[in-house]
């Protein structure tokens, strides 16, 4: 499987749909799984489910993995993640509009995950709970140092990735890590480069 899939226009302007960002996001964390099962999972019914999962292999987020029994199909995410350079859509309306969607609705599920972990946290054992968290910074950075910074940050998560992939240490959780890069004051608005 890849580790990164980078989208076009189609792809993102595809992936901006809550059930198919949806039933990305659940083939990334729970693996493959049929139509009807992520339709249960997903409070949904299976034609809907069905029908967005070839909207996502069209585009090749998701892939039929070949292993179904009649017609049943079982889907699996294609790529580790994804991902796009704004500048790629600078001249394309729909795709900027699929990405300002997919910016605001990221941000909706990270805070609804992450208020769900804080609802259980306490029950987790203190090891765990160290581990998780919250971090926040500011640099003084030109774009291509953040730039730099950030490909920096997804090769040691790819690291890890690739070294856990191998691993069998048993009490292994999949854990979820997010990275927003932003600037601490969005007010001040955009300087001209020198």
Do not use: C, K
């Not at 995410?77 to 795709?95: K, L, T, V």
């Not at 500011?138 to 774009?143: E, G």
């Amino acid at each position: 499987m890849p580790d990164d899939i980078r989208l076009d226009a189609r792809g993102l302007e595809t992936l901006a749909h809550p059930l198919r960002s949806r039933l990305l996001t659940l083939l990334r964390l729970r693996g493959p799984a049929s139509a009807t099962g992520l339709a249960e999972a997903l409070d949904t019914n299976t034609g809907a489910t069905s029908y967005h999962l070839r909207r996502l292999a069209e585009v090749h987020l998701v892939e039929d993995t070949g292993t179904g029994r009649g017609r049943e199909r079982i889907w699996r995410a294609a790529s580790h993640s994804h991902s796009w350079q704004r500048s790629d859509f600078a001249d394309q309306p729909d795709a900027r509009a699929a990405l300002s969607w997919l910016d605001r609705f990221y941000l909706a599920a990270f805070i609804e995950r992450y208020q769900g972990w804080l609802a259980v946290s306490e029950r987790w054992p203190t090891a765990w709970q160290d581990g998780f968290g919250v971090a926040d910074t500011s640099l003084a950075l030109t774009a291509e140092e953040l730039i730099a910074l950030r490909e920096e940050l997804a090769e040691v998560v790819e690291r890890h990735r690739t070294a856990t992939a191998q691993s069998d240490r048993p009490g292994r959780r999949e854990v979820a890590l997010y990275d927003y890069a932003f600037p601490a004051d969005p007010d001040s608005g955009p300087h001209a480069e020198p």
